[in-house]
Nanobody
């Protein structure tokens, strides 16, 4: 009942910035905890960042802390991932995920019910 569409991926130089967006549609779109995950070629999907449905709790992977910022706008049912100081190792397909009425900013991918199709981020060295 929830659909997620990521956008904003592309090619960026190391040290540059990029902002990803994830637009949600369907019921309960204003009460979604949201997470960002990424998967690089040959690697498992890994947690990046998350925010609870109220938007007052956030979690970051150590690899992106102080470089990435997650935020959400419940009015337009969109979550953002601002990525700064990008590194080649940030290259991956980035997925957003949602959990209705999620109280926590969870790090487990199996804690989310809905997933977007992903958007490719490539960081050149």
């Amino acid at each position: 009942q929830v659909q997620l569409v990521e956008s904003g991926g592309g090619l960026v130089q190391a040290g540059g910035s990029r902002r990803l967006s994830c637009a949600a549609s369907g019921r309960t779109v204003n009460t979604l905890a949201m997470g960002w995950f990424r998967q690089a070629p040959g690697k498992d999907r890994e947690f990046v960042s998350a925010i609870n449905w109220k938007g007052d709790l956030t979690t970051y992977a150590d690899s992106v802390k102080d470089r990435f910022t997650i935020s959400k706008d419940n009015a337009n049912s969109t979550v953002y991932l601002q990525m700064n100081s990008l590194k080649p190792e940030d290259t991956a397909v980035y997925f957003c995920a949602a959990r209705p009425w999620g109280l926590r900013a969870g790090v487990r991918d199996d804690g989310y019910d809905y997933w977007g199709q992903g958007t490719q981020v490539t960081v050149s060295s």
